[in-house]
């Protein structure tokens, strides 16, 4: 399967800690692009990083991205309850005309 | 100002019956999309068109067929529903391909 896959499928930390949560992937990219989606809503946007880009910040967030081991992370600093969502890597791969999404890492913030 | 709407947001019906689902978005992007998400989350590529153009009609039943009137605007129309319809369905659109995509709120679909 080409789709990302993100590791862990479950986190639930305490408000203050870090998350990490990691994509990783088999096919070439140009990009890739991480989403949050909130219970019942639709997904967010939150940071896009090109294949020949490592790190990007946004924020609280951080993405790393190593094409040589095809993988990315994604760091949400100092989380909180509001941080409680699905989070999904989603890769721009080929000519353009698709987005492989991952499966998601429910993230959990406990107050 | 919501900057991608569709509606209804939530839709019941029975199966063998014909809906519609409206999007519109006011960003002045080119391309727009329907995504289905299934109870796994799992988000898949319905249509996209660019531009009022379809570029990308994955594999699905031709009982949905997409229209475009214009650039703001993507309605989905499923014919004939059945219960495996049954589903999230997401319109987003997006200035670029494939990036940055901004997500309607979704239509909970119930087929009973």
């Known amino acids: 399967s080409q789709q990302g896959e993100e590791d862990p499928q479950a986190l639930s930390i305490q408000e203050g800690e870090n998350a990490t949560m990691n994509c990783s992937y088999k096919?070439?990219?140009?990009?890739l692009q991480w989403y949050r989606q909130n219970s019942g809503r639709g997904l967010v946007h939150l940071i896009l990083?090109?294949?020949n880009e490592r790190e990007k910040h946004s924020g609280r967030l951080r993405v790393t991205l190593d094409t040589s081991k095809k993988s990315s992370s994604l760091l949400i600093t100092a989380s909180r309850a509001a941080d409680t969502a699905s989070y999904f890597c989603?890769?721009?791969?080929?000519?353009?005309?698709?987005?492989?999404w991952g499966l998601g890492t429910s993230l959990a913030v406990n107050p | 100002d919501t900057a991608v709407s569709q509606t209804p947001k939530y839709l019941v019906t029975q199966m063998g019956n014909d809906k519609s689902i409206k999007c519109e978005q006011n960003?002045?992007?080119?391309?727009m999309y329907w995504y289905k998400q299934d109870s796994k989350k799992f988000l898949k590529i319905m249509f996209s068109?660019?531009?009022?153009?379809?570029?990308i009609n994955e594999t699905v039943p031709n009982r949905f067929s997409p229209k475009s009137p214009d650039k703001a605007h993507l309605n989905l129309h499923i014919n004939s529903l059945e219960l495996g319809d049954s589903a999230v369905y997401f319109c987003?659109?997006?200035?670029?391909?494939?990036?940055?995509?901004?997500f309607g709120s979704g239509t909970q679909l119930s087929v009973l």
């Open positions: 989603a890769l721009n791969a080929g000519n353009n005309r698709k987005l492989i």
């Open positions: 096919t070439s990219i140009n990009n």
């Open positions: 990083i090109r294949s």
């Open positions: 960003l002045g992007h080119d391309t």
């Open positions: 068109y660019n531009n009022k153009e379809l570029i």
């Open positions: 987003a659109s997006s200035q670029e391909p494939f990036e940055k995509l901004f």
